[in-house]
């Protein structure tokens, strides 16, 4: 072999093991310089371009998701508003036994769930509508406060006025407990201004009712004398200022032009007033009683018979 052949080969492997492999340009190739760094670049690069591909398809995935939420959300407020509609519909074209149907089956239904609930859960519920309604007044006018409490007023009076007794008495006995309850926690402070506020309100229902009479206007007395005086016909009792100025008295029977037949007393009636508890007829004397301390109201209910 040519030795000058030989040194040659070694010349030109010592120049490739010592120097960097260039390009066209004479420029470092990449992968053979730095081998190890350019492979992490590229690997970051790789990731980043993996990354922003996996956001993009979330960002899409959310958005979507947001599309469907709002979309399920319209429908149901069509639907709740279509459901509002006709319940209104239907409410409007029933009669009165119907609604009192309706509200009486809504009022034992309320009133199972409400005896099923836990003390939090009742409190919750309680807090809340008065929040609500605490929100509503506030918001009103006086003339809508006005009009809610005579609605108010109007509605627990044909509530009363159609409890049955027992009733009647459990529920005064309730609140005159509950009153107790009340005052017996109250401060001095409490109870002066409570006091007040009594007053004034009595004052100001007083003073409606009675009009005039509430006032401080005292008329001058007018004395008209003993009523001792008699009509001749049929001896009514009147006032001597009351007789005309012949001297006479005819507003009560004309001047005998009106005569009332005086019948007998009915036996059993007759009984009634003159039975007393010293009575050997036990029964006897309950009915009289009973007539007795009802008479006004039977005679209002007989009157017009």
């Known amino acids: 072999m040519d030795p000058s052949a030989s040194d040659f080969t070694q010349s030109t492997q ?84 119907e609604k009192r149907l309706r509200l009486l089956s809504n009022s034992d239904r309320n009133a199972i769930r409400r005896s099923q609930e836990t003390p939090q859960v009742k409190i919750n519920r309680l807090r809340k ?8 007044r506030s918001s009103s006018t006086a003339e809508e406060q006005e009009k809610r409490r005579d609605c108010e007023r109007d509605r627990i009076r044909d ?32 109870t002066l201004a409570r006091r007040s506020a009594d007053l004034a309100r009595k004052a100001k229902s007083s003073g409606a009712l009675l009009g005039i009479a509430a006032s401080n206007h005292r008329p001058m007395a007018h004395y008209l004398g003993r009523m001792n005086q008699e009509c001749s016909f049929c001896k009514a009792q009147y006032f001597k200022v009351e007789t005309t100025k012949q001297g006479k008295f005819n507003s009560c029977c004309m001047g005998g032009a009106v005569k009332l037949e005086q019948k007998p007393i009915p036996l059993a009636l007759k009984k009634l007033f003159l039975t007393n508890k010293d009575s050997k007829n036990k029964d006897l004397w309950k009915e009289a009683k009973n007539f007795k301390e009802n008479c006004r109201q039977y005679n209002n209910s007989l009157a017009m018979a």
Do not use: W
């Open 14 to 97: 010592l120049s490739s093991s010592s120097s960097p492999s260039v390009g066209l340009h004479g420029r470092p190739l990449p992968g053979l310089i730095d081998g190890i760094e350019d492979t992490q670049i590229m690997t970051q690069s790789l990731a980043r371009d993996q990354s922003s591909s996996a956001s993009g398809d979330e960002m899409e995935e959310s958005y979507s998701m947001s599309q469907t939420s709002v979309r399920k959300r319209d429908r149901k407020k069509r639907k709740r508003l279509a459901d509002s509609l006709r319940i209104a519909s239907k409410r409007k074209s029933e009669d009165v036994e």
């Open 129 to 136: 509508i008065n929040e609500n309604m605490f929100s509503k």
């Open 159 to 190: 509530k009363r006025s159609t409890e049955p007794e027992d009733v009647r008495k459990m529920r005064s006995r309730a609140v005159a407990q509950r009153s107790c309850a009340v005052k017996a926690q109250e401060t001095i402070a409490q």
